[in-house]
């Protein structure tokens, strides 16, 4: 089966930087996702790691490391629009379903 | 604006109905996606389908159904309404099985009274 872990809730201020941890576990692995879902809008995808190592788009890098079961999600310059929840996903099974994590509720502050 | 569309935008509905919420995925894409996503809990898969059929089922009740129509169109059918069916449904498509990026719609939020 699968099974991620990510923090609950994360404060950061305005134009910082933040890192948000995902751990995971599964039986196979085929990638991790990110999503950002602002409050009762509909996720939207950030970022697909499927090999090791750093990512970058714009202000939002993603890092794999599938030897440890980790990853994680950076956000630079932070502005208050990045306050939203971010959600870990794998792919569960050979049929693409995606299993998320509870999401971590992130807090951006002036 | 991610190209999948859903209907309507919001239900309220009494306990003991039934109701059916309506998915268009992005033009070309043959998965569809059904997630569920309470207040308490994270998004859950409910149910996968690929250009027409079947393919996954995560944690549906038997109360709840699913179908995909031969223009792709999806439609999830939640009966026998309880409170605790009061949540945030998704609809999600892809591109096909092996391409796993998918693109959620707007979702509809369904209040149970």
């Known amino acids: 089966g699968q099974n991620i872990d990510q923090p609950t809730e994360m404060t950061a201020t305005e134009g910082a930087i933040v890192q948000i941890n995902c751990t995971y576990q599964t039986s196979g692995f085929n990638g991790l996702f990110w999503y950002q879902q602002h409050a009762g809008e509909a996720p939207t995808f950030l970022s697909y790691n499927v090999l090791d190592g750093l990512e970058e788009k714009g202000r939002f890098s993603s890092f794999l490391s599938r030897s440890k079961g980790y990853s994680y999600l950076l956000l630079k310059e932070l502005q208050m629009k990045d306050s939203a929840s971010y959600l870990c996903?794998?792919?569960?099974?050979?049929?693409?379903?995606?299993?998320f994590g509870t999401g971590t509720l992130l807090a951006v502050q002036p | 604006d991610s190209g999948v569309t859903q209907t309507p935008k919001h239900l309220i509905t009494a306990t003991g109905q039934r109701v059916t919420l309506r998915c268009s995925p992005r033009?070309?894409?043959?998965?569809v996606y059904w997630y569920q996503q309470s207040l308490d809990q994270g998004l859950q898969f409910l149910i996968q389908y690929y250009n027409g059929e079947e393919r996954a089922k995560g944690n549906i009740l038997e109360r709840f159904s699913a179908q995909q129509f031969p223009d792709l169109h999806s439609e999830l059918n939640l009966s026998s309404l309880e409170l605790g069916d009061s949540a945030l449904y998704f609809c999600?498509?892809?591109?096909?099985?092996?391409?796993?990026?998918?693109?959620f719609g707007p979702g509809t939020r369904l209040t149970v009274t």
């Open positions: 999600a498509s892809s591109a096909g099985q092996g391409t796993y990026e998918q693109y």
């Open positions: 996903a794998v792919p569960g099974g050979a049929t693409n379903k995606l299993i």
């Open positions: 033009s070309g894409d043959l998965s």
